[in-house]
Each structure stands twice: as C-alpha cells, then as structure tokens.
C-alpha cells in the first residue's frame, strides 16, 4: 500500500518546497502530498488512508475536529512550530486528542525536517516503512593494506556514482574517516548509534532513516565520532549490522570504506559481492598489497581472494574543501575509474 505523508500549512510555497524535496528523496519511504486548507486535507483524508500528516502547530490543535468519524486516520500528526510565533508554539499534550503527536521547528533545512520526521516515527511506533520485497542489495567493499591511499575518499566517489542509478547507502567503519570535515554537519547520530539500536533489536526502517544524512547526493550514515566505539565492535557485529540494513529493504548498494583492521574487515568481506583495493603508483603500496594476497592465498582465502579487485589509484590534483569537492572529483580520472568499478556491482 502506498504510505502518504500530507503536509497541511497554510503557507502554500513551503508545503510544496517541502512535498518536492521528500518525493525527490528516492530514499523516503512514502509520497509527499501538500495542502493548503484543512476542507482540501479532509476531502483527500477521506479516500486515502494518511500515515503522517505533518502541519502547522496550530492547526494540529483542531486536527481531531475535522476528521470525518468513519475516515481514515493519521497513524501520527506532527506539528511544525514557529519558534517566533507564540500562538504556533504550545503544550500539545493539550493538543489533538490522539497519543501520536509531536512538535518539530518549522523553519529549519528540509534534510532535517525528514530526518526529524523519521526519528519521531521511530520513537513512538508508527511504522511507514516495510520492506520492499525482491529488491536485494549489493555490497561493495573498499579496502586498502597501504593505509596512505585515499581509499575513504574513492569510496564516497563510487557511492555518488551508484546513488546516480540507484538507491545507494555509504558507511564508512574508518576510525577517523574525515567524512565530519567534509560536510560540516553536527550530527546527532552515528554508526555507534545504529550498532546499539541493532544490538538491542530496533533498528527498523524508521530508525535507519532518521540516521541518514546527505553529502553531495551521497546517502550516508555518519561514521563513529569517538575512535573508542571501535574497540566494542567485532568484525562479526559489523556484518551484522549490514546484513540488518539490508533486510530492511532501503537500499539496492551499500558501498562499505572497511577498516584497516583486516580482523575486522574479514567479516565484511564474506557479504562484499567485490573488494576493491586501490594503491598508490609506488613499489612499497603493490609490495603491500602483494603480500595481503599472499596471505589470502596462504590462509586458503581462495573465495575471499576471487572476489579482490586491485588497481592504481589515479593521482589526485591538489583541491581544497569545498561544498562542490566530490562533485568535482567525478569527472576526474578518479571518477572515470570509479564509474568503471561501479559496473560491477549493477
């Protein structure tokens, strides 16, 4: 059935900015419909079941008076708040006479606004998001025995490519991946986050969104922010948890930055359907991987060791920082080879 989340404000530019940016969103588990006065919302309510209906707080006071008694009902309403506005901003458990309801700022990015809108479903138990039967993922893996190779970086570069086509998750399991300096966010979760919710049985649909953010149209979990975390984490945690975000169905590619640690990224391996190892154009880098194969072949790692793919990382020009970094990069040799990698896993 298709999950409908209606947007009820009576400023009618924001609810259609807001509906466009959530449909636009492959990742967002139902449509976004907006209305501009209660009778459109009710008419529309009537014939179609709303799974969250997302409005200005006060108009959320009167949802329960505009409802039809035979309708269809919101499984949650959540109210958008002026923080300037004192008639927007009030206790709701005065509020609508239901349990599921909740306030979020209006006037913030519309990245957050979902994300928030995630997290609240999450916490209180509205489920929008099932699993998408047949769908299946594919893994891709990036690993690299030569710890100066920017192999976080060409993985960000191979999720862009992915994302272009399809539905595309990266996580990063680098104890310090570089990815916060990138895109500047203070994040409110991370990939410590989802192994507890994992752990304790409740990283739903819900859940796993409300934990994803967006960096050059890369979706991506934040990876850990204190080095530490790692130290709870065993490679077989770790595959565990990919093998839960999968069986939610969200995503067709996970494209994984593995750890250093090859006790660690063995695991991972197992579920890769490629490894891709990039090295320098040095004798010491091919050296280094040379002797991760040997291991391989040594350690009778012969399914492990079918599944590599090695080759040489183009050399990367000098660039600074910028919003436009990866964007950049993907018409770069970088991005020519990342887009032949990317055929892989199709």
Known sequence: MEQIMAVLTGEK??????????????????????????????????????????????????????????????????GLFDETDEESVFNYSEGPGIDTYTLIPKYQSAEKIMRSVMNCCSTIGCHLAGQREGRGSNIAGIYAPDGRVEKT???????????LEKKTLFISFEEFSGVSR????????????????????GLNGEKLY????????????????????????TGEDCQALLLSIME???????????????????????????????????????????????Y???????????KICRFKLPKL???????????????????DMARKHAEFIR
Do not use: W
Not at 210 to 229: E, K, L, R
Not at 270 to 285: G, H, K, N, Y
């Open 317 to 335: 020009m000098p660039m600074k920082l910028t919003s436009s970094y990866i964007d950049t990069l993907l018409y770069s040799e970088m991005g």
């Open 248 to 294: 939610q169905g969200l995503y067709e590619v996970l494209i994984v930055d593995l750890p250093l640690s090859f006790s660690l990224s063995e695991e991972l391996m197992d579920i890769c359907r490629e490894v891709f190892i990039p090295e320098l154009d040095d004798e010491l880098s091919a050296a280094k991987t040379d002797e991760f194969m040997d």
């Open 13 to 78: 530019t924001y609810g259609e900015r807001l509906c466009a940016y959530a449909n636009f969103k492959r990742n967002m588990p139902f449509t976004a419909v907006s209305f501009d006065s209660i009778t459109a919302y009710a008419n529309f309510a009537r014939k179609h079941k709303v799974g969250v209906l997302l409005t200005d707080g006060h108009i959320g006071k009167d949802c329960r008076y505009f409802r039809e008694p035979d309708s269809p009902v919101e499984e949650m309403v959540i």
């Open 182 to 201: 990138l895109s500047s966010e203070n994040y409110t979760a991370s990939l410590s986050d989802a192994m507890l919710a994992h752990k304790a049985g």
């Open 210 to 233: 409300s934990m994803v953010y967006t960096y050059s149209g890369i979706d991506y979990i934040p990876p850990i922010q204190y080095a530490g975390d790692m130290k709870g984490m």
């Open 153 to 163: 970086l060409y993985a960000l570069i191979m999720a862009k490519v992915a994302s």
């Open 296 to 306: 391989l072949e040594f350690s009778k790692k012969l399914k492990l060791r079918s």
